[in-house]
């Protein structure tokens, strides 16, 4: 299960196109994960969390949308089943969540804008 490569909704990637003409992202390429999340939401929340933590994805966000909330996902440590995510923050559609790449903040997005 951990040597899997997950296909997130949404990445960001670090470079430019042409930089993965023969090849795909890896995990030290990648600055942001988002998942959409209704029917897939616990395992989005156990499984991929996991994995994305293992492979030392920067920030998972999933865009929950059962409990109309944003979920952040930071600082990943561990591997394998032991992999997880030492920060976590709940945005409510109220909120407006941080962009954070690299450890800047690139824009503030509005929850409500994101949520149904």
């Known amino acids: 299960m951990f040597d899997s490569e997950p296909e997130p909704d949404i990445a960001i990637i ?15 390429d990648i600055g942001l994960v988002i998942e959409v999340a209704h029917a897939s939401l616990a395992y989005d929340q156990t499984v991929k969390k996991r994995l994305y933590a293992a492979a030392k994805i920067p920030v998972y966000w999933i865009i929950n949308l059962v409990n109309n909330q944003v979920e952040v996902y930071t600082e990943p440590t561990g591997t394998g089943r032991n992999a997880t995510n030492q920060q ?8 407006e969540v941080r962009v954070v790449i690299d450890g800047r903040s690139l824009a503030i997005i509005s929850a409500k804008e994101i949520l149904p």
Do not use: F, M, S
């Open 14 to 28: 670090r470079g430019k196109i042409r930089d993965y003409l023969h090849r795909h992202p890896g995990p030290a």
């Open 88 to 95: 976590e923050q709940i945005y409510g559609v109220n909120d």
